[in-house]
């Protein structure tokens, strides 16, 4: 096909409010390099991340929950620095490769794909891995240039807005389950269970042979259930932690991407030598925690950021054989990102948000 000079995308401009993204008509196509190809978005989901480096809520300075920030963050304001500006943001884009590099078979031009969002080091370094649309441009736009190992050719029937779904959400929650070594019948707590992760969270642990108590908003718990989740709390209980150990006593693996103040009575519920594994903080990001309770305990804690290969290529597996699911909340057109963004930050909706891209 051809391959027009200029596209449709959304660059960030600095970090700050809605007012930083600047939908544009005339941003040029990017072109493949070596080991490179271009993909043609049909979709791309929305995650934290974006909220978060547009807000420079990654920085040291900022203590409070998401959506809160820092305008002149600097390079403290991405996951791992180096965001430079204007960048198209986008970790999730799912569509078809229309052109390669060299090194890479003509024959891959016209693969359906969806992106593993971590570019890592070949010499797996990971203070060297890179994020798509935080360290170079992502999927808010009609094209964008991928490592060829990192586009992973996918066989479902799902439409290109679920499939834009997965990506970050669902492989961020296989790598807390597998950073944590879930297995068939454990008991695991999820904070967040109504999110893009949280609901990836339930039904992977399930597939996983876990039983699951899930922690959501008092209007998501009937959702929440039909992902998977055997027990159901809501946030709004006085004591959410009593409530928990109440419904199931005490669990194996807490899989949390809330903090906040939650973050210790939880900790308290996990079994001596169980996990806690987390991949977020959403209502904030500095906790308590007594080292008590860490060390008499015998508990192991996880950050998950830069999930090892195997872990993407296992969840696309799972897609394909339609073991998971996909929860998409709401789709917008790529012009309404600021109202998408919105959306997301009020939380009312039960998964992911994804951006259609595609005319």
């Known amino acids: ?118 570019l890592r080091d070949p010499g797996g370094d990971l203070e060297k891995a890179r994020y798509l649309g935080s360290e170079l441009d992502g999927g808010y736009a009609e094209y964008v240039v991928v490592p060829s190992a990192s586009a992973t050719a996918i066989d479902t029937d799902l439409t290109d807005v679920e499939l834009a779904s997965f990506s970050c959400s669902y492989s961020t929650a296989e790598h807390m389950l597998h950073r944590a070594g879930v297995s068939a019948g454990q008991w695991v707590l999820v904070t967040g269970a109504s999110g893009g992760v949280g609901s990836g969270l339930v039904q992977l642990a399930k597939r996983r042979g876990a039983s699951v108590v899930a922690i959501a908003g008092e209007g998501k718990l009937d959702a929440v259930s039909a992902f998977g989740a055997d027990v159901v709390i809501a946030r709004q209980e006085p004591d959410v932690a009593a409530a928990v150990r109440d419904a199931v006593g005490r669990v194996d693996v807490f899989a949390d991407v809330v903090g906040g103040t939650n973050f210790a009575p939880l900790l308290e519920l996990v079994k001596r030598g169980g996990h806690y594994t987390t991949a977020g903080a959403i209502a904030g990001p500095i906790v308590d925690l007594d080292l008590r309770t860490l060390y008499l305990n015998d508990l192991t804690l996880h950050g998950a950021t830069v999930l090892p290969p195997v872990v993407f290529a296992n969840l696309v597996g799972y897609i394909e054989r339609g073991e998971i699911r996909p929860v998409v909340g709401a789709s917008y057109p790529l012009r309404e990102i600021a109202e998408a963004q919105t959306a997301f930050m009020e939380k009312q909706h039960v998964g992911a948000i994804v951006m259609e891209v595609a005319r």
């Open 1 to 118: 096909m051809t391959v027009p000079s200029t596209m449709r995308g959304v660059v960030l401009t600095g970090h700050g409010g809605l007012d930083k993204l600047d939908y544009r008509e005339d941003l040029p196509v990017p072109a493949p390099g070596p080991d490179e190809v271009l993909i043609e978005v049909a979709a791309c989901g929305m995650n934290n991340t974006d909220i978060n480096t547009r807000t420079g809520w990654y920085s040291k300075e900022v203590t409070g929950a998401t959506g809160v920030g820092v305008a002149d963050a600097d390079d403290d304001g991405s996951w791992g620095g180096g965001l430079a500006f204007p960048r198209v943001q986008g970790a999730d884009p799912a569509g078809r490769i229309v052109a390669v590099g060299s090194g890479v078979s003509g024959k891959r031009v016209g693969e359906r794909v969806i992106v593993d969002s971590w």
